[in-house]
């Protein structure tokens, strides 16, 4: 079954430091695809990120890097140089399969804080 | 490009009222999706769809009927209000799916009281 974990469920961490965001899943199907989204305070969902089950290379997007381990079942994010602006909800999300029926869950989120 | 758009914004009802939650999108995008959050938690999938005319139960389907109407257009109901049912409430499409640079588009949300 089609399943998505975060472990931390919050982490402190200085700003200008790089911080790595966990995220693991389960699935049976060898075509995924798995989303980060930010959510600060006020409530939107801000896309960062995508990396496909079939990319060849991690995804990068600016100061986010997806740390893609397909063995390990693994989609790390990682904020190089953390800004006081990251401090949000995180949520590692997966779609199963690639038809317009295919479900994408979420996982329960990380509560990012940056220390100025 | 107005994106996703929900409504309303806001809604307060009592225990055993009804309500439905309006969600449109502009992209030509073939599947919808409903979520919910509650405070201090991830999104769980309520229902979502593939296209018009059809729907699949998600997550947490128990208290919540969908309809969608045509492409554009997908409507959460919830039939008798439960104070379980206080959540803020996420409309997204996306799809097709396998671009490069795939990604679901989300509505700025529903925040929702059952007294």
């Known amino acids: 079954a089609q399943k998505i974990t975060q472990t931390q469920p919050g982490m402190f961490v200085q700003e200008k430091e790089a911080v790595t965001l966990d995220c693991t899943y389960d699935?049976?199907?060898?075509?995924?695809?798995l989303f980060w989204y930010k959510q600060p305070s006020s409530g939107e969902m801000i896309f960062l990120i995508y990396q496909g089950s079939y990319d060849q290379q991690n995804a990068t997007e600016g100061r986010y890097s997806l740390n893609f381990q397909k063995a390990r079942k693994s989609a790390n994010l990682v904020i190089s140089a953390s800004q006081l602006g990251d401090s949000a909800m995180y949520f590692c999300a997966m779609r199963e399969g690639y038809s317009s029926a295919s479900k994408i869950i979420f996982g329960s989120g990380t509560r990012l804080s940056i220390r100025p | 490009n107005a994106g996703v758009t929900q409504t309303p914004k806001f809604q307060v009802l009592k225990t055993g009222q009804s309500m439905t939650l309006q969600c449109a999108q502009d992209m030509n995008h073939n599947s919808m999706y409903w979520y919910r959050q509650d405070p201090g938690m991830g999104l769980r999938l309520i229902y979502y769809s593939a296209s018009e005319g059809t729907t699949d139960k998600g997550e947490v389907p128990n208290g919540y009927n969908v309809s969608r109407l045509n492409k554009r257009e997908f409507s959460l109901r919830l039939e008798s209000a439960a104070p379980s049912q206080t959540s803020v409430y996420f409309c997204a499409s996306g799809a097709p799916w396998g671009g490069v640079r795939e990604k679901l588009f989300f509505g700025s949300g529903t925040q929702l009281s059952v007294l």
């Open positions: 699935t049976s199907d060898p075509s995924y695809g």
